[in-house]
C-alpha cells in the first residue's frame, strides 16, 4: 500500500494540475507559472552546490554535491513534453539525483517547441554532450531523463550510437516518453488516475507541436528505434500514469534487442513522483535506487 503521505501528495497534484489546465493559460503564461510552483515546492536539498555555466551554447548548471566523484558526470535531460521546462523546474530534482549518486549532475535547457521543433532538442543535447567531453574533466558519463527528458536521454544515446561517438555508461530513466504516437493502452486505462495527463488530447497536442506527423521517428520516439547496443538502463515508472505503456514496451523492446534493462513499476505512483523527494518515502527509495544504479555504472 502507498505511504499516508504519498497520498496526500498526490491529492495535492491532482488539484493543483487540474487548477493550472482550468486557467487556460497561453505556453509563455504555462512556461512562466510551472517554474513558480516549482519554487514554491521543491527546495534545493542540502550539501549540494550550484554552479551556473554555459555549455553548448546552453544555459546550464552543475548540481555539485559534497565529496563529488571527480571524472564522472550524469547529464541530466528535464521534462515538460518538450514544451515547457528549465533549470527552475527541475534544479531540485537533479540536485537530488547529484546526491544519491555521488556525481556532479549537468542540468541544462534545451530550445523548445513549438518555437524550435524536432531536431532542436537533440541538437542541443549532442552539442552539449560534446562539449561536456572535449571539456578533458569528465571522463566518464551517464545520462537521466525524466518524461520527455527521459525520451530526449534514449534519443541523444541512439544519435550517438550512429554517430560512432561515445556511449553513456548507463541510462536512468524515469516515466519516460518514448512513444509520441500515443499507441499504449494505457493513455486511456490510466487517464482517470493520471493527475498530468487525464485526457489523451493533452500529449497529442505536445506531440504535435514537437514532431508534427513524424512521430514514429526512431530519434523522436525510441520505441521505434533499433535498441541494440545501448547502454545498460534502469527505469522507473508509476501504475497510476498514462505512460506507463512506454515504459513497459521500452523495456521489452530493449531486452528483445539484447540490452540490459531493469524495469520497476511502482505500484500507486504518478508521473516523476520522484519530484517530491524528501516529504514521501516512495521518492526518496526510487531515488535512492535510480542513484545507486548511477553509481555503480559511473564506478564500471
Known amino acids: ?41 521543491f527546495r534545493l536539498p542540502q550539501g549540494v552546490a550550484v554552479r551556473p555555466c554555459t555549455i553548448g551554447g546552453c544555459p546550464a548548471e552543475w548540481l555539485v554535491p559534497q565529496g563529488a566523484r571527480a571524472g564522472t558526470a550524469i547529464l541530466h535531460l528535464h521534462g515538460g513534453a518538450y514544451q515547457t521546462g528549465s533549470l527552475a523546474t ?31 532538442a537533440l541538437d542541443d543535447a549532442l552539442r552539449v554532450h560534446r562539449a561536456l567531453l572535449a571539456g578533458g574533466e569528465v571522463n566518464r558519463i551517464a545520462f537521466a531523463g525524466d518524461s520527455a527528458g527521459g525520451g530526449l536521454a534514449l ?21 519516460p516518453w518514448t512513444d509520441l504516437a500515443l499507441t499504449g493502452a494505457t493513455h486511456r486505462s490510466k487517464a482517470r488516475h493520471d493527475p ?32 541494440s547496443g545501448l547502454p545498460p538502463m534502469l527505469i522507473h515508472v ?10 513497459v514496451m521500452l523495456a521489452e523492446r530493449a531486452s528483445a534487442a539484447g540490452t540490459a534493462v531493469e524495469i520497476r513499476q511502482w505500484p500507486y505512483m504518478w508521473h516523476v513522483w520522484q519530484v517530491f523527494s ?11 535506487e535510480l542513484g545507486a544504479f548511477l553509481r555503480q555504472r559511473l564506478q564500471a
Open 1 to 41: 500500500m502507498p505511504s499516508l503521505r504519498s497520498w496526500f501528495y498526490y491529492q495535492i497534484s491532482r488539484f493543483t494540475l487540474a487548477r493550472l489546465r482550468a486557467r487556460n493559460l497561453s505556453l509563455p503564461e504555462l512556461r512562466a507559472d510551472r517554474e513558480k510552483i516549482a519554487g514554491r515546492m
Open 90 to 120: 527541475h534544479r531540485a530534482l537533479a540536485a537530488r539525483l547529484a546526491l544519491e549518486s555521488g556525481s556532479p549532475v549537468l542540468l541544462f535547457e534545451y530550445r523548445l517547441a513549438p518555437e524550435h521543433p524536432f531536431p532542436a
Open 155 to 175: 534519443a541523444l544515446a541512439l544519435a550517438l550510437r550512429e554517430a560512432g561517438e561515445p556511449l553513456p555508461a548507463g541510462l536512468a530513466l524515469l516515466s
Open 196 to 227: 498530468y495527463f487525464p485526457t489523451p488530447g493533452i500529449l497529442d497536442v505536445a506531440a504535435q507541436r514537437y514532431a508534427g506527423a513524424d512521430r514514429r521517428n526512431p530519434l523522436v520516439s525510441p520505441l521505434y528505434a533499433d535498441l
Open 238 to 247: 508509476g501504475t497510476y500514469e498514462t505512460l506507463l505503456d512506454d515504459s
Open 278 to 288: 524528501g516529504r514521501m518515502p516512495e521518492a526518496d527509495q526510487s531515488l535512492a
